[in-house]
């Protein structure tokens, strides 16, 4: 079964200073999407970043990126330029390739941006 | 842009009774989810919907739960008997294509809370 692991609960980045989310995920799939999406404290979901697995290069967008590791099955989020409304709970996400919407979520990872 | 809107916001229900959450898809939206997050843990599938028919459902999605579009614009989610381990925000989300082809969108959410 896939299992999509966030080892950092909680991590703190000082505003306009660089941070970086760690996930991990197992799955013996070659077709999957890797997501991130952000949760701030009106609980919305928002999707922050996606990554084909097939595709090498890195998605970006704006101030995120990710690192892709496709062979050690990492996928981490980086954040610059901080801002304080980048503060929320950072979500991790797998999906199979041609399901009809089974994410498999991480625990997440709460960011707090100090000023 | 486009939302996915889901009422009510908060809803607070007796153990044992019927509960109905509300969902409006994006207009031109083809499939259609039901995701759970209980109070600090991670979020969790639970149902994915198409041309009036389940496509998946997870062991979460028992007997208890059925899910409807009655009506081509409103997409439901019925909990038939409540539980106190029903309490936990759920989520809509909505897409166009299988995803993640097109990505989906998530709802605000809907608080349940079952005393």
């Known amino acids: 079964a896939q299992t999509v692991t966030q080892s950092q609960p909680e991590m703190s980045v000082q505003e306009a200073e660089t941070v970086t989310l760690s996930c991990t995920y197992d799955t013996s799939e070659s077709d999957y999407y890797l997501f991130w999406y952000k949760q701030p404290p009106s609980r919305q979901m928002i999707l922050v970043i996606r990554?084909?697995?097939?595709?090498?290069q890195n998605a970006t967008e704006n101030r995120f990126s990710v690192n892709f590791q496709k062979a050690a099955k990492s996928f981490s989020l980086k954040i610059s330029d901080s801002q304080l409304g980048d503060a929320a709970m950072y979500f991790c996400a797998y999906g199979k390739g041609g399901s009809q919407g089974n994410l498999i979520f991480g625990k997440g990872t709460k960011l707090s941006v100090k000023p | 842009e486009p939302e996915v809107t889901q009422t009510p916001s908060h809803q607070v229900t007796q153990m044992g009774q019927e509960v109905i959450l509300r969902c409006v898809p994006i207009?031109?939206?083809?499939?259609f989810y039901w995701y759970r997050q209980i109070l600090g843990q991670k979020v969790e599938f639970l149902v994915s919907f198409y041309n009036n028919e389940i496509s998946e459902k997870s062991e979460i999605f028992d007997d208890q739960f059925s899910v409807e579009r009655p009506d081509g614009s409103n997409f439901t989610l019925k909990i038939r008997s409540t539980k106190l381990e029903d309490s936990a925000m759920y989520f809509c989300?909505?897409?166009?294509?299988?995803?993640?082809?097109?990505?989906?969108?998530f709802g605000s959410g809907t608080r349940l809370t079952v005393v």
């Open positions: 989300a909505s897409s166009y294509g299988v995803y993640p082809n097109y990505g989906y969108t």
């Open positions: 207009s031109n939206h083809l499939y």
């Open positions: 990554q084909e697995a097939y595709k090498q």
